[in-house]
């Protein structure tokens, strides 16, 4: 009867044992793989703070680039859009007196009219030296998923205006006038003379428009990035 308790009583402790032994295992193995989770996910941590400071560094660095181009945009705009002003101004008033009749078109060619009002010796036609290598290179990178949607769209209209606008009325002026064989033909004066005119008045409004489109968005990005305004200051 003896033997049998202590028989019953071995087994009991040794399921106890047992037990303790598991749920010493489970604990053991719980932290282990806790501790290999917690390495797993710091390094992994760790890896994406490292990518997101890279980005961050790529996307400071772009739209810093990107904010000076379009401030040389804007003094670009601001000089030819003066020069064309009083450009247009003159040409109109003389396109008025060759239609009128006060100014015999066919005396002289089309070149003789018109080249006497680009007074200037280097940039003779005054067209503004925009560019958009900042805006192509920020589009081309990885920090360009990180910017604020509305700002990039109105960034992209912006760059939008600038190629359809003044660029493409610019190669129009070169294309039609310039370049073209009507310049240097006496009975195409008058007709050169007018759309001369007429160009050159449709460049000066769009250059207006897009300097003020050019300013906004330089507000924009000095609104969403402060260190822009912090460099302004130094």
Same mark, same amino acid.
């Given at each position: 009867?003896?033997?049998?308790? $202590?028989?019953?009583?071995?087994?009991?402790?040794?399921s106890?044992?047992?037990?303790?032994?598991?749920?010493? &295992?489970?604990? &053991?193995?719980?932290i282990?793989?806790?501790?290999?989770?917690?390495?797993? !996910?710091?390094?992994?941590?760790?890896?994406?703070?490292?990518?997101?400071?890279?980005?961050?560094?790529?996307?400071?660095?772009?739209?810093?680039?990107?904010?000076?181009?379009?401030?040389?945009?804007?003094?670009?705009?601001?000089?030819?859009?003066? !020069?064309?002003?009083?450009?247009?101004?003159?040409?109109?008033?003389?396109?008025?007196? =060759?239609?009128?009749?006060?100014?015999?078109?066919?005396?002289?060619?089309?070149?003789?009219?018109?080249?006497?009002?680009? !007074?200037?010796?280097?940039?003779?036609?005054?067209f503004?030296?925009i560019?958009e290598?900042?805006? %192509?290179?920020?589009?081309?990178?990885?920090?360009?998923?990180? $910017?604020?949607?509305?700002?990039a769209?109105?960034?992209?209209?912006?760059?939008?205006?600038?190629?359809v606008?003044?660029?493409?009325?610019?190669?129009?002026?070169?294309?039609?006038?310039?370049?073209?064989?009507?310049?240097?033909?006496?009975?195409?004066?008058?007709?050169? =003379?007018? %759309?001369?005119?007429?160009?050159?008045?449709?460049?000066?409004? %769009?250059?207006?428009?897009?300097?003020?489109?050019t300013?906004?968005?330089?507000?924009?990005?000095? &609104?969403?990035?402060?260190?822009?305004?912090?460099?302004?200051?130094?």
């Open positions: 009867m003896i033997n049998l308790s $202590l028989y019953f009583f071995d087994t009991i402790l040794y106890i044992e047992v037990k303790i032994k598991l749920k010493q &295992n489970i604990i &053991n193995y719980s282990e793989f806790i501790f290999i989770f917690s390495s797993v !996910y710091f390094a992994f941590w760790l890896t994406k703070q490292g990518e997101e400071a890279k980005i961050k560094k790529i996307e400071r660095q772009a739209v810093t680039m990107l904010h000076n181009e379009l401030k040389e945009n804007a003094i670009q705009l601001e000089k030819s859009f003066e !020069y064309h002003k009083e450009i247009t101004e003159n040409l109109s008033t003389y396109a008025d007196s =060759v239609h009128r009749g006060l100014i015999d078109a066919e005396k002289l060619r089309p070149i003789e009219h018109i080249k006497p009002f680009f !007074y200037r010796r280097a940039n003779s036609l005054g503004p030296n560019k290598i900042a805006w %192509q290179t920020l589009q081309n990178s990885e920090a360009y998923v990180y $910017l604020d949607y509305k700002l769209s109105e960034l992209g209209e912006l760059y939008y205006i600038q190629d606008g003044v660029k493409s009325t610019a190669k129009g002026i070169i294309n039609d006038i310039f370049n073209s064989k009507s310049y240097y033909q006496r009975e195409e004066s008058e007709a050169i =003379v007018i %759309q001369t005119a007429y160009y050159f008045n449709e460049l000066k409004g %769009q250059e207006e428009f897009l300097l003020y489109f300013n906004k968005a330089i507000e924009s990005l000095e &609104n969403h990035y402060d260190f822009l305004k912090d460099s302004e200051g130094e």
